[in-house]
C-alpha cells in the first residue's frame, strides 16, 4: 500500500474566464466577469496497518459557477467608486461524497474491498454585495468600503456502504443504501460584514504614514469533521454525538487587521517601518479526545487568538552598483485561552501557546552587485523555531538558508528590451529543514505533517516581457 503509485493525487481542470467591460459614460463602467471552472481527479492514499491495510480512492470533483457584476465610476470631484455582486455556486467535495478501499494482491494490483463513506451533498453558495470608496484629499488619501459576506452552507446525508458492490458513485446510489443514523446536516448560511479603510497621508515628498483596518472572513473546513466522523463513527454515537454537532463547532474564522507604517523613500534609502495588531476569532484547534476512543480527533472552531508584532524593511544603493536590503519580523501569535472538547469537560491547554507553523522571528538579506551587465544577487533567509501543535509539544528548530541568483538583459544585444536570462542556486549549502507543516487531512489520528525543505537546487529561466 505504500507503493508511490498509490498515494499520489491526479487531477484535470477545465477553466473558462469571461470579462464584459462596457463604458456607457466617461469614467463610468459596467464589467461583467463570468466563469466557470471544473476539477476532475482522484486523490490515493495508504490507510491502515497489518491485516487493516488498504489503498484509499477519493473522488474529488469539484465545479464551480459564479458571476461578479461590478460598477465602476470616475467623478470630476477625485472620487473614485467601486460597488458589485459576487455570486458563485460550488459543488462539493469537501467533504468528501464516496470513497473506496482497496487491497492489494501479490501481483501488486487493485482488490476492491468496501466502500468507506458515501453521501449526498448539496452545492456551497456565495452571496456578496460590496462598496468600496476612494477619494484624494489634498496629501490625504481615503479609502473604505464594506462588504457582506453569506456563504450558504450545504445539506448533507450519508449512507450506510455496506455490501455494496465497486462502482461509480451514481451506481452506489442507485442500490438505495440506508442512511447512517445522526449523518444528516442541515443546510444553513453563515453571514458577517467585512468593512475596512486605509489612510495615507504624505508628509513630505519623501514621507509617508499609512495606517489601515480590516475584517477578513475564513470559509470553515468541514472536510475532515465529516471524514473523521464516518470513520469513527460508532465511537462518537455511542457518546451521542452527531455529525450535526460536529458541524456545528466549526464556523468562520472571522479576523480584525489593523496596522500602521511610516515609509521614507530619499537619496537611494528606502525605509518601511510597520507595527501590526490582529483579533481572530473561530480559529480551528485540533482535539484529541480519548474520552470518546483512543485517537480519536476532530476540530473545534471555538479557538481565539491574538496577534501583534513589528517589522521592519530597509534597503540603500550603495553605488550605481550595490544596493542591500534585508526586512526583518518579530510576531506574536497566540491562543487567548484553552480549547474545551466536545463535552467541556477535559481541555486542550492553548491559552498563551504559539499558533502551529507560525514563527516569532523572520529575517532576510542580502545585496545586488551590478558588474558587465550582469547582478548578482545573495540572499540569506532565517526562519525562527515553530510548533507543529497547538498544545506546543512538537517543537521544530529554526534554520538558515542561502541563495544565490545571477542575471543578464540578453535582450539589449538583440533588440528586445525586456528579455532577461537568470541561473539561481537555492539552498547553497544544501541544508536540510523542514519547510511547510501542516495538520494531516486524511488521517485525523496522525499528527501534522512535515515537509522537507528543498535540497540544492539549481533553476534556469528567460524571461521576455511583452
Not at 493525487?9 to 461583467?32: C, M, R, S, W
Not at 456551497?124 to 479609502?143: C, E, L
Not at 484529541?288 to 501583534?308: C, F, H, K, L, R
Amino acid at each position: 500500500m505504500n507503493y508511490y503509485k498509490f498515494n499520489r493525487v491526479t487531477a484535470e481542470d477545465f477553466a473558462i474566464f469571461g470579462k464584459v467591460d462596457y463604458n456607457f459614460a466617461p469614467g463610468q463602467h459596467l464589467v461583467i466577469k463570468p466563469y466557470f471552472w471544473n476539477n476532475n481527479g482522484y486523490n490515493y492514499s495508504a490507510t491502515g496497518s497489518g491485516v487493516n491495510a488498504r489503498v484509499q480512492i477519493w473522488r474529488q470533483q469539484n465545479q464551480n459557477i459564479g458571476n461578479v457584476f461590478e460598477y465602476r465610476g470616475k467623478f470630476a470631484t477625485g472620487t473614485d467608486v467601486v460597488a458589485g455582486y459576487w455570486w458563485q455556486t460550488m459543488a462539493p467535495p469537501p467533504p468528501p461524497t464516496d470513497q473506496r478501499r482497496f487491497t492489494v494482491d501479490a501481483n501488486g494490483q487493485l482488490v476492491f474491498s468496501n466502500w468507506q463513506s458515501l453521501a449526498r451533498i448539496d452545492d456551497f453558495k456565495v452571496n456578496s454585495p460590496y462598496v468600496q470608496v476612494s477619494q484624494q484629499f489634498g496629501a490625504t488619501f481615503v479609502t473604505a468600503g464594506v462588504r457582506y459576506m453569506a456563504l450558504g452552507a450545504p445539506k448533507m446525508q450519508y449512507y450506510n456502504p455496506a455490501g455494496i458492490p465497486d462502482g461509480t458513485y451514481d451506481q452506489a446510489l442507485a442500490t438505495n443504501p440506508a442512511t447512517y443514523p445522526g449523518t444528516d446536516v442541515v443546510a444553513r448560511t453563515y453571514s458577517e460584514w467585512l468593512p475596512n479603510i486605509a489612510i495615507r497621508h504624505d508628509i513630505n515628498a519623501a514621507l509617508s504614514a499609512n495606517i489601515s483596518y480590516g475584517r477578513r472572513f475564513g470559509r470553515p473546513d468541514w472536510g475532515p469533521q465529516a471524514s473523521n466522523y464516518i470513520q469513527n463513527q460508532g465511537a462518537f454515537a455511542a457518546k451521542n454525538y452527531t455529525l450535526q454537532m460536529l458541524v456545528d463547532k466549526v464556523r468562520p474564522e472571522i479576523a480584525d487587521q489593523f496596522d500602521a507604517s511610516l515609509r521614507y523613500n530619499n537619496y537611494g534609502l528606502t525605509i518601511v517601518p510597520t507595527v501590526f495588531y490582529a483579533k481572530h476569532q473561530n480559529k480551528q484547534v485540533k482535539i484529541v479526545d480519548p474520552s470518546i476512543g483512543p485517537n480519536i480527533a476532530y476540530y473545534m472552531g471555538t479557538g481565539s487568538s491574538t496577534e501583534y508584532g513589528a517589522e521592519l524593511e530597509a534597503s540603500y544603493a550603495l553605488t550605481e552598483r550595490l544596493a542591500v536590503f534585508g526586512s526583518g519580523t518579530w510576531a506574536s501569535q497566540t491562543f487567548d485561552q484553552d480549547t474545551p472538547t466536545l463535552s467541556g469537560g477535559a481541555v486542550l491547554a492553548t491559552k498563551g501557546n504559539q499558533l502551529p507553523n507560525t514563527p516569532q522571528v523572520m529575517v532576510k538579506g542580502g545585496m545586488t552587485y551590478q558588474w558587465a551587465g550582469v547582478a548578482f544577487t545573495p540572499v540569506v533567509r532565517y526562519i525562527g523555531p515553530r510548533f507543529g501543535d497547538a498544545a506546543n509539544k512538537e517543537r521544530v528548530p529554526g534554520y538558515t538558508v542561502a541563495d544565490f541568483t545571477a542575471s543578464y538583459n540578453v535582450g539589449q544585444h538583440i533588440g528586445i528590451e525586456t528579455l532577461q536570462a537568470s541561473i539561481s542556486v537555492l539552498n547553497i549549502f544544501d541544508r536540510r529543514y523542514i519547510s511547510q507543516i501542516s495538520p494531516s487531512d486524511t488521517d485525523l489520528s496522525a499528527g501534522a505533517n512535515y515537509y522537507a525543505g528543498a535540497p540544492r537546487t539549481v533553476v534556469g529561466s528567460l524571461t521576455m516581457k511583452f
